[in-house]
Structures are given as C-alpha cells and as structure tokens.
C-alpha cells in the first residue's frame, strides 16, 4: 500500500477472522510513502481487512478477502479402471478420475510412465466442481506407473 501525496499519517491495519475476532498484523515501511503488511489467516473463509490513515478508513476499506483452504493433497481421493492392480490390455482405455473437491487450492496432474520410463499421453476429458477425469492408452505392454499430484504434492495411495 502507498500513502504517496496523501500527506503525513499513521498508517494501520486491521484484520478480523470469519468469527470477527482480530488477527496480529505486522506494518511496515518501506521505501517511497509505501507499506507492506502481512498477517497469517488460521482459517478459510471471509477476513475483513480495514486500513485507515491517521485515523480515518481508507476509501473501500474495509476490504473483503475470501481466504481458501491450503493445499491438502490427502484429501483428493483417486479412481478408475486406469489404477487399478490388474493393470490394462495394450490400447485399452484407462481411466482416471480426480476427486479434489475437499482438497483446498491446487491443480492436479497425472502423469503415465511406461515399462522403460517415457511418458505417456493423458488427456483430460473434464473437470468440473472439483471432479477432473482423465483417461490414457498404454502403448507398449509391461509394468505402467501412474503418478497423480495436486498443488505439486503427490497425493495418497489408497
């Protein structure tokens, strides 16, 4: 933030949680009238954020910030005929589907490895509140290793 040509304040922060309750904010100055404040939201959901200088709110303050969930790979849950022990028939279709819907911010990837470690192609067919489906052909016969990440994490066999 920057108090350029605004005059000489003090400039202050407030932030409250979903609850109202406040948060501790640290400001501080930086070069050229600017600010940088930082605080550390505990909890998803709407945190009001109200600056004020030399006593009076800033124009739009207070602001709303929607504060979402982390990254929390543990909570995709994985599915289909393309992970399963039994494995695939050469050019069989493999599918895959992705349910990150409790999972918070990120974005999933699956990945195909062949019997001698090359890539196989996987396209993503949908993804839609949450839910991403995939699918893939394996091209040559052997072991196949799918890998599935959200957020860059891999998420947990089960």
């Not at 904010?25 to 959901?45: H, I, K, L």
Request: hydrophobic residues 35%; charged residues 20%.
């Amino acid at each position: 933030m920057s108090s350029v040509g605004a005059g000489t304040g003090e400039v202050a922060v407030a932030v409250r949680d979903p609850q109202g309750r406040p948060l501790p904010v640290d400001v501080a100055p930086e070069a050229d009238s600017t600010y940088r404040c930082s605080y550390r939201a505990a909890q998803a959901g709407p945190h009001a954020v109200a600056v004020t200088f030399g006593g009076a709110p800033i124009p739009r303050s207070p602001f709303a910030v929607d504060v979402g969930p982390a990254c929390v790979p543990g909570a995709c849950r994985a599915s289909g005929r393309g992970l399963q022990p039994a494995g695939l028939r050469l050019q069989q279709l493999g599918d895959v589907k992705v349910d990150a819907r409790a999972a918070g911010s990120g974005e999933p990837k699956v990945t195909v490895r062949g019997p001698k470690g090359g890539e196989e192609p996987v396209k993503q067919l949908s993804a839609q509140d949450g839910v991403f489906s995939y699918e893939y052909h394996p091209n040559s016969i052997g072991k196949h290793s799918v890998s599935i990440t959200w957020g860059g994490q891999h998420i947990p066999k089960r």
